[in-house]
């Protein structure tokens, strides 16, 4: 069964970092684009950033692009995002989602899988 696993969230203050993991099991990671979501209360769901296949390739958001990296060990079946100098503005839940494509986009609407998400709070 394919299944996708978020993990790394918490609380942390403003200018602080935290690292989200996006397990995969159930399907060979190398063959999905993984991108990243999230979504505030209140809010549409945000494309945050995405990595192809064998990461060749990253976008980013413009509001986390300089502060977030993306990367992914597919030996360990696993994707990373790396988020630095976080901001109030950056509390959410986190998803991950695996889309069967050469490409990644910031569109929701095109992935296939989806975890089931970590709260992210950014607050002193």
């Known amino acids: 069964q394919l299944q996708l696993v978020e993990s790394g969230g918490g609380l942390v203050q403003p200018g602080g970092s935290l690292r989200l993991s996006c397990a995969a099991s159930?399907?060979?990671?190398?063959?999905?684009?993984i991108g990243w979501f999230r979504q505030a209360p209140g809010k549409e769901r945000e494309g945050v950033s995405c990595i192809t296949r064998y990461g060749g390739s990253t976008n980013f958001a413009n509001s986390v692009r300089g502060r977030f990296t993306i990367s992914r060990d597919n030996a360990k079946s696993t994707v990373y995002l790396q988020m630095n100098s976080l901001k109030p503005e950056d509390t959410a839940i986190y998803y991950c989602?695996?889309?069967?494509?050469?490409?990644?986009?910031?569109?929701?609407?095109?992935?296939?899988?989806w975890g089931q998400g970590t709260q992210v709070t950014v607050s002193s």
């Open positions: 989602a695996a889309q069967l494509s050469s490409l990644c986009t910031l569109s929701g609407g095109t992935y296939d899988y």
């Open positions: 159930g399907f060979t990671l190398n063959s999905y684009a």
